[in-house]
């Protein structure tokens, strides 16, 4: 089978907040199959913060990306061809891809799609990576216990979302901070959030915070960095933990932000700040996804998916995660199942 394909190359390294002139559409013909290698067609992209980081020429936990090469990340598709006994035609699959219309793979890091947990596009959400990082991060790493406070930033992400969720089910109170009333709406209407703090208005962030938390911080679940978590460290009680999954509020600047200066609370509440990337508990997710299935079939645990329609706004719908327009996960819709 010969095919045509697009796919998106990183152009050049952002400066601050990327724009639509990083990224460049290219065409190309895909390679005949070898032995062991399947053609699998776009369905879904995902788009994540984390990806920010990789389009910088630095160092970090995964090799950044290279100018003029394709853009690469977590997607849904279906195999149109197959020369490798594990996938079949007409599989719905996911794993990582490029940012194109078609990939091909040998089937490394690649898995089929369980239908039976939910629909597909859950795999690049609740039931995959961010359902993941959420499960550990929090259990492993905030430990949670009935009646503490657990506090999430970036609480209307997949990530933040499935976090608060979670802390309910163990019989926490929650509060999410978010960048709108909306936002916190649904997390304390649709999501069973306790409380919820917009970073944008309160004239007080640390205010707003003790207000919203007035036995203090038991667990807080940093997505954010920066204002946010200052204000945050001032409310914590003692022996509370901090499982530093991202700080998207840092990932556009120029230069490094300056401090930590307040680190002194940590010292003074004896907390515990562990950053992790989910990768980490790898051998674990066999443990992880029977529970946040059964979670989302009782509906225990929502979802909201953020879907932006067409291959040629993949990277539109990349920066809208740094205009705040996600609510859930943020995906891009390349084309249906056939």
Same mark, same amino acid.
């Given at each position: 089978m010969?095919?045509k394909?697009?796919?998106?190359?990183?152009?050049?390294?952002?400066?601050?907040?990327?724009?639509a002139?990083n990224?460049?559409?290219?065409?190309?013909?895909?390679?005949?199959?070898?032995?062991?290698?399947?053609?699998?067609?776009?369905l879904?992209?995902?788009v994540?913060?984390?990806?920010?980081?990789?389009?910088?020429?630095?160092?970090?936990?995964?090799?950044?990306?290279?100018l003029?090469?394709?853009?690469?990340?977590?997607?849904?598709?279906?195999?149109?061809?197959?020369?490798?006994?594990?996938?079949?035609?007409?599989?719905?699959?996911s794993?990582?891809?490029?940012?194109?219309?078609?990939?091909?793979?040998?089937?490394?890091?690649?898995?089929?799609?369980?239908?039976?947990?939910?629909?597909m596009?859950?795999?690049?959400?609740v039931?995959?990576m961010?359902?993941?990082?959420?499960?550990?991060?929090?259990?492993?790493?905030?430990?949670?216990?009935?009646?503490e406070?657990?506090?999430?930033?970036?609480?209307?992400g997949?990530?933040?979302?499935t976090?608060?969720?979670?802390?309910?089910?163990?019989?926490?109170?929650?509060?999410?901070?978010?960048?709108s009333?909306?936002?916190?709406?649904?997390?304390?209407?649709?999501?069973?959030f306790? +409380?919820?703090? *917009?970073y944008?208005?309160?004239?007080? =962030?640390?205010?707003? #915070?003790r207000?919203?938390?007035? !036995?203090?911080? /038991?667990?807080?679940?940093?997505?954010?960095?920066?204002?946010?978590?200052?204000?945050?460290? +001032?409310?914590l *009680?003692?022996?509370?933990?901090i499982? =530093?999954?991202?700080? #998207?509020?840092?990932y556009?600047? !120029?230069?490094? /932000?300056v401090?930590?200066?307040?680190?002194?609370?940590?010292?003074?509440?004896r907390?515990?700040?562990?950053g992790?990337i989910?990768?980490?508990?790898?051998?674990?997710?066999?443990?992880?996804?029977?529970?946040?299935g059964?979670?989302?079939?009782?509906?225990?645990?929502?979802?909201r998916?953020?879907?932006?329609e067409?291959?040629?706004?993949?990277?539109?719908?990349?920066?809208g995660l740094?205009?705040?327009?996600?609510?859930?996960?943020?995906?891009?819709?390349?084309?249906?199942a056939?």
């Open positions: 010969t095919v394909n697009q796919e998106y190359v990183l152009a050049s390294r952002p400066k601050g907040t990327p724009t002139e990224f460049r559409l290219v065409e190309s013909e895909l390679p005949k199959l070898k032995d062991g290698q399947f053609l699998v067609r776009t879904y992209v995902s994540d913060p984390y990806m920010r980081g990789r389009m910088n020429d630095a160092k970090s936990y995964v090799p950044p990306f290279q003029d090469e394709p853009i690469a990340g977590g997607a849904v598709g279906q195999v149109l061809e197959s020369h490798n006994a594990s996938f079949q035609v007409g599989d719905i699959v794993g990582t891809f490029h940012w194109a219309l078609y990939s091909v793979s040998d089937g490394r890091g690649v898995h089929k799609v369980n239908p039976a947990l939910g629909p596009t859950t795999s690049l959400g039931l995959g961010p359902g993941l990082t959420a499960y550990f991060g929090l259990l492993d790493i905030g430990n949670p216990k009935a009646g406070t657990v506090v999430v930033s970036g609480a209307a997949a990530v933040g979302m976090v608060g969720q979670i802390a309910k089910i163990y019989g926490c109170r929650v509060v999410g901070i978010a960048g009333d909306e936002k916190l709406r649904i997390l304390t209407e649709e999501m069973g306790d +409380a919820g703090v *917009n944008k208005t309160a004239p007080s =962030l640390y205010k707003a #915070i207000e919203a938390c007035p !036995d203090g911080v /038991d667990v807080y679940f940093d997505n954010v960095g920066g204002d946010v978590t200052d204000a945050v460290l +001032a409310n *009680n003692d022996n509370a933990r499982p =530093l999954c991202g700080q #998207i509020s840092l556009n600047l !120029d230069k490094m /932000d401090g930590p200066r307040n680190l002194s609370y940590v010292l003074i509440h907390a515990l700040i562990k992790f989910v990768s980490d508990y790898a051998r674990q997710f066999s443990e992880a996804f029977p529970k946040l059964e979670w989302v079939k009782s509906g225990q645990l929502k979802y998916e953020t879907v932006v067409g291959f040629e706004n993949i990277p539109n719908a990349f920066l740094f205009r705040g327009e996600n609510i859930g996960k943020q995906l891009a819709k390349v084309a249906d056939k």
